[in-house]
């Protein structure tokens, strides 16, 4: 689920635990870290404040950090000090944050690793152990079931791999120790990754006091996300939601809250719209060139996309504003239309390859053939 600070950083990247029964384990494979933006995303470019690069001591940074977050969300500074006496810097989390980014793969690469037919059947099987639920929520913000339960699928593998760490300790470590290259070139990025994970904790402090959450047991990601959802904490108190009308907001165990949530985020960062489609196939004209847009806003109505060149390979109601998407194979490029819908998939994770897997997940868990990879 997705927060917003600084949009390099910002979107959901979580891990914790559901209770009830789970389906038929699918495949485990590792969401896509979502606090760091995927070498093939877009980001937007937005105009970020200066940031001092001077060093700080650690026991400054954190006396800094207890003074500012008791001052800003109204909680005893004595509590944030106790409590952070309990956190843990881990080196696997630095570790992890430290790796070398990966080759971009391509899109017939990148989508076996999350549409399998073991992620399917167990899309089918957690949809109908659930409908009731999901379908409440789908009439209720228009957010189809199978695109909420592709998100579970793709983030935890529908609860069954929510994360191994404390959230306490993962976000401590990243806020105090994030690693540093000692690249000059990367100093300032790193910088404001560090600020970014150092607002969550604070983020983690408030969000603890307003679910009455002990946060000291709370476990997720390396990066600090929860849930089957993976919510950062500052997502997790802008967009969940009370599915079940308990006066809590859980997005470990409660399963209405789970994806009233997910819907929610849709809605409110992606702006999904009802019925609306998420993407199409097109074609691309001979003697056109490939149009890649900055991001992936639908920006572009589609008689401007005719003469580039694009057409799309299936019905598309007129008016409808898109935004074309190329994805490479190894047997040469794929091109589609994206709608808002597609956008809103975006928001959770800023990856033109992520927003795509999931809904052709939940196409496939909805019963309809994919086009091939």
């Not at 950083?9 to 933006?37: E, F, H, I, M, W």
């Not at 995927?38 to 970020?48: C, D, N, Q």
Request: with cysteine; hydrophobic share 40%; glycine share 8%.
């Amino acid at each position: 689920m997705i927060r917003s600070a600084l949009v390099c950083l910002t979107l959901v990247c979580l891990g914790a635990c559901a209770t009830q029964a789970q389906p038929p384990r699918a495949a485990t494979t590792p969401a896509p870290d979502k606090s760091a933006v995927p070498s093939e995303a877009k980001p937007e470019t937005v105009a970020l404040p200066p940031v001092d690069l001077t060093p700080v001591p650690f026991e400054t940074a954190r006396a800094n950090f207890v003074r500012d977050t008791a001052a800003k969300y109204g909680i005893d500074p004595q509590q944030i000090d106790a409590v952070l006496a309990q956190a843990q810097f881990r080196d696997p989390i630095i570790a992890a944050m430290s790796r070398p980014a990966e080759r971009v793969k391509p899109w017939n690469e990148y989508r076996p690793m999350f549409i399998t037919q073991a992620r399917i059947d167990g899309g089918r099987a957690f949809l109908e152990q659930h409908r009731a639920e999901l379908s409440r929520v789908e009439a209720a913000t228009g957010v189809p079931a199978q695109v909420i339960v592709a998100i579970i699928g793709v983030e935890t593998s529908y609860g069954a791999n929510t994360g191994k760490y404390r959230v306490l300790d993962a976000l401590y470590t990243l806020a105090f120790r994030y690693p540093r290259s000692g690249d000059p070139a990367k100093l300032e990025r790193e910088v404001r990754r560090e600020l970014f994970f150092r607002d969550e904790l604070g983020q983690l402090f408030a969000l603890g006091k307003e679910e009455n959450l002990d946060i000291t047991t709370l476990i997720g990601s390396y990066a600090g996300a929860m849930g089957m959802g993976q919510f950062m904490p500052s997502s997790y108190r802008q967009f969940a939601v009370d599915g079940n009308g308990d006066g809590h907001r859980d997005l470990f165990n409660t399963y209405e809250d789970v994806f009233a949530s997910i819907a929610n985020y849709f809605v409110g960062k992606g702006g999904w719209v009802r019925g609306g489609q998420v993407a199409v196939p097109a074609t691309l004209a001979p003697g056109h060139a490939e149009f890649n847009p900055d991001d992936w806003t639908p920006t572009y109505p589609l008689a401007d996309l005719a003469r580039r060149g694009y057409h799309a390979s299936a019905p598309v109601k007129a008016g409808t504003l898109a935004t074309p998407i190329t994805l490479n194979t190894d047997a040469g490029p794929q091109y589609w239309l994206g709608f808002q819908n597609y956008y809103a998939i975006t928001r959770y994770n800023i990856s033109k390859m992520y927003a795509m897997a999931v809904f052709q997940l939940s196409e496939a868990i909805a019963g309809k053939e994919l086009p091939p990879a």
